[in-house]
T-cell receptor, first 117, second 116 residues
Framework: ETGVTQTPRHLVMGMTNKKSLKCEQH?????MYWYKQSAKKPLELMFV???????ENNSVPSRFSPECPNSSHLFLHLHTLQPEDSALYLC????????????????FGEGSRLTVL | AQTVTQSQPEMSVQEAETVTLSCTYD???????LFWYKQPPSRQMILVIR??????QNATENRFSVNFQKAAKSFSLKISDSQLGDTAMYFC?????????????FGKGTKLTVNP
């Protein structure tokens, strides 16, 4: 059983579709992250929310839109994607260092495998 | 900028043998954490082992141990008595002590296959 749950696990979409990825964490953490994992490349940090506020946005194209309604839920809204956006999207959570208890460790979900046709 | 380099894209080892995965990093920070994460096929990434840079003693977790050489900025992972379940991608990662986990930097990973 994982403390970080991602849905859907697999998603195929056309370039004109709009879809969303969902992440939920049951660990009591207050920071959540979206990473993009492509083959033979380091994990790319996309967005970070801490205490429900976005604290990092690594110049991600606007066709990716994050939403963090509370500290347990994180969404990634997708629209007008390109084939090069096909990848594994990982959600992670942690305790924000400013609230104590941070060990630097991230807790990951199993990922959402996205294919853009 | 901090960087993490894993020079071995793929490795293989026979079951029950020992294997060492290499990792080097570059930083001007003096205090930081280093990690090895494991990502089995189609499963979630999990933490294998963590090292605080201010600790001279190498971290160990059961069959997993590290060789941390701070001056050389090297952080290798040794897996003893390899098991089939150790087959996975292994990622080395670095984060400075100051700042949140958004500063975590990953290497490209090493794909380890344990053969029966």
């Amino acid at each position: 059983e994982t403390g970080v749950t991602q849905t859907p696990r697999h998603l195929v979409m056309g370039m004109t579709n709009k879809k969303s990825l969902k992440c939920e964490q049951h660990l009591g953490h207050n920071a959540m992250y979206w990473y993009k994992q492509s083959a033979k490349k380091p994990l790319e940090l996309m967005f970070v929310y801490s205490l429900e506020e976005r604290v990092e946005n690594n110049s991600v194209p606007s066709r990716f839109s994050p939403e963090c309604p509370n500290s347990s839920h994180l969404f990634l809204h997708l629209h007008t994607l390109q084939p090069e956006d096909s990848a594994l999207y990982l959600c992670a959570s942690s305790q924000d260092y400013r609230t104590g208890g941070n060990t630097g460790e991230l807790f990951f979900g199993e990922g959402s495998r996205l294919t853009v046709l | 900028a901090q960087t993490v380099t894993q020079s071995q894209p793929e490795m293989s080892v026979q079951e029950a043998e020992t294997v060492t995965l290499s990792c080097t990093y570059d930083t001007s920070e003096s205090n930081y954490y280093l990690f090895w994460y494991k990502q089995p096929p189609s499963r979630q990434m999990i933490l294998v082992i963590r090292q605080e840079a201010y600790k001279q003693q190498n971290a160990t977790e059961n069959r997993f141990s590290v060789n941390f050489q701070k001056a050389a900025k090297s952080f290798s992972l040794k897996i003893s008595d390899s098991q089939l379940g150790d087959t996975a991608m292994y990622f080395c990662a670095f984060t400075p002590l100051q700042g949140g986990s958004e500063k975590l930097v990953f290497g490209k990973g090493t794909k380890l296959t344990v053969n029966p």
